[in-house]
């Protein structure tokens, strides 16, 4: 049995007892650290394996036990005069559990530990079920270490297990205090856009954690010294030039770095502007967080609207999602004098005095998008700018489940390896429907209870734009019986108040649409029901993706489904090999399959391809865990914000010099 395994059985073990004890509603959170605020820590961040979370039996309080699990059947002592080494056969020198323990409770009891501030009680324990005292009598001996996080169970202490289980959970309460814990660890972050509602863009509402609080330090410190004060004008400018590329996975913060940053920055009177390569993003924030306000919205442009560089340079330009960079700034609309004759991360680089890059290379889903590490670094040389590199690596979306982004990389193939069946850990939530009708009432009904919730799918089926001069979506995405439009192509309103598609994510009415990855990346739900079309299928144990063909319809002229496969223009095959164009699609389901912060809906309209991710998948609704909004814990209710009135903000506002609004803990 590999250790990977034991590890496994003894967590059921683990279980086992709780529910023998009574304690059945005890929540398990399992391989977490006590805060991902350790930058000041070497290396990996403490990974305890267990974290019992519950309410206790006589007290309103949390209740806390920390768990070492030990598969160690035989275990001798070191030194005779202490117990605090001891030898494992087979694994050789060992620290005792408690010092491990220790650790662990330190850092959740500590100032900047989780449970700093509120009522609690925490201890630990190591869980070594398949020993018996005699053969671990170091760990149990009379000089063994002591205190609330020191207790060792063996198998012939289970009785008196069960009977502290009893003594420090009640038997209701588990979820309530798990969510809590949860949101003091900083593993459910508030969606980036209710963040910047409440706090109307200004830099009040962002607490960044760990690296994500380095970088952005960094950067200030940076700005501080190559930006002129607009408090004190030189006579002589400083034409120092400064880039910054941060990189880092879908969730890991970039975007709230980004934005942070450009509050800071705003507040102290420097001249900034937040560009994407996402209309998607860029309409979101301006039409629901900006709503209203002319010079908020306007801070926020595109990687292609810098052809002419402003003069003056911009002080500060941030460049978010910048794996969507192209290699010039076209359009198709304008003249050609007005078409960027130079690279297009150049215009970028030079347009500002400091120009920060946050890229991931993993959401490239266009061809024609050469935003990579290698170009901006060679951009930098070129042009004699220093650059700075920083890379992020905890993530935040999906819950914070580590395990579930593992899962999805490779399920789809996007890392090398087998898939292995999905492990519900508690953070994230996968189930996998038998019918486009089945995925939408459960969309719908998460959508009607409160949660944050949308469609999307693979680019499968022709797009039609609207129809008519009433505006009307043709239903294209055709499962079956059930039809419905895309989201509209379209920048204006259509019939029955379906909204453009640059505010689809988060208008009321995007619901009765379905998106894509183009007007998905970059945004995040509650819950998300992605369908696979039949562009990557499986077959034979592997993936196998195949382009469509489409035909217009003699009676109404609409475009239908000839063959069936991607219909996405940008990856036909003339303009991508067989090799690129799997990429891309396995990057795009990469990008859709990971927009949801609580559960994940999956369906295939290929029945092999269904079955294959319902044996990966398994049955979802066990004991009443799927996280549906009536099962959620009060404190997990959390009611998305709604657009904010019309009004702008003075400039005293953007300065600091308005209302302060709460502390908030966005990642």
Known sequence: MSERSAWAESLVDLAQDLVAAGRGNVEMIVECAATLDEADRPGDPRLIDVVLVGRHPTEERLSVQLVELKRWSMVTRVERAAADLVHVPGMGRKKHPALQLREYFDAFTGERGPLHGIEFECGGFAYLHNATDASVRPLVDV????????HVYTNDRREQLLADLR??????????????????????????????????????????????RMVAEEILDTAAKVLPDPQRPVLVSDERR????????????????????KAELEAEGHSVKYASGSRAFNGAIQEHVGYGDREFKET??????????????????????????RERSTNRFWKPEQQGTRP?????????????????????????????????????????????????????????????????????????????????????????ADSPEELERTIRTEAMAGASARIVAGYCWPWTKPIGSERRLEPDVRIGGWHRPWNADSD?????????????????????????????????????????GDDMVRRDGRWMFRRGKEFKDPESGVKRVGIQGSFDPKVRAGSVDDAEFARLIRHAY????????????????????????????????????????ENLPEEARVPHLPRPRRGRRTRKDRQGGGAQSPELHLF
């Open 344 to 432: 297009q991360v150049d215009e970028l680089i030079e347009a500002s005095r400091l120009t920060v890059f946050f890229l991931d290379e993993g959401q490239c889903v266009r061809p024609n998008e050469v935003g990579t590490v290698e170009l901006i670094e060679d951009a930098a040389h070129r042009l004699g700018v220093g650059l700075r590199q920083y890379g992020l690596r905890e993530q935040f979306r999906c819950g914070g489940s580590d395990a579930y982004i593992r899962w999805v990389r490779a399920m789809l193939g996007v890392t090398d390896g087998d898939a292995e069946p999905w492990t519900p850990d508690g953070l994230m939530h996968v189930e996998v």
């Open 492 to 532: 204006a309103f259509c019939e029955n108040g379906a909204p453009p598609s640059k505010i689809w994510s988060v208008h009321e009415a995007g619901l009765d649409q379905i998106g894509c990855v183009y007007t998905a990346q970059g945004l995040e739900w509650d819950w998300c029901g992605v369908i696979m």
């Open 167 to 212: 003594r420090h959970f009640a038997e209701e309460g588990g979820a309530s205090a798990a969510e809590l814990l949860l949101q003091r660890m900083g593993l459910r972050n508030t969606p980036l856009l209710d963040a910047m509602i409440r706090s109307r863009g200004e830099d009040t509402v962002f607490t960044l954690r760990g690296r994500q």
């Open 590 to 629: 990469h990008v859709l399959m990971t927009r949801a912060s609580r559960a994940t809906v999956l369906y295939s309209t290929d029945e092999e391809t269904r079955s294959y991710l319902k044996g990966l998948v398994g049955e979802a609704p066990i004991h009443g865990l799927r996280p549906s909004w």
């Open 300 to 325: 926020f442009t595109y990687f292609s609207n810098f052809v002419t560089p402003p003069d003056p340079p911009l002080d500060v330009l941030i460049c978010d999602e910048a794996h969507r960079l």
């Open 242 to 261: 400064a880039v910054f590329l941060v990189t880092g996975g879908a969730g890991t913060g970039k975007s709230a770095i980004g934005l942070q940053l």
């Open 143 to 150: 000089d063994a270490p002591t205190g609330a996080y020191a």
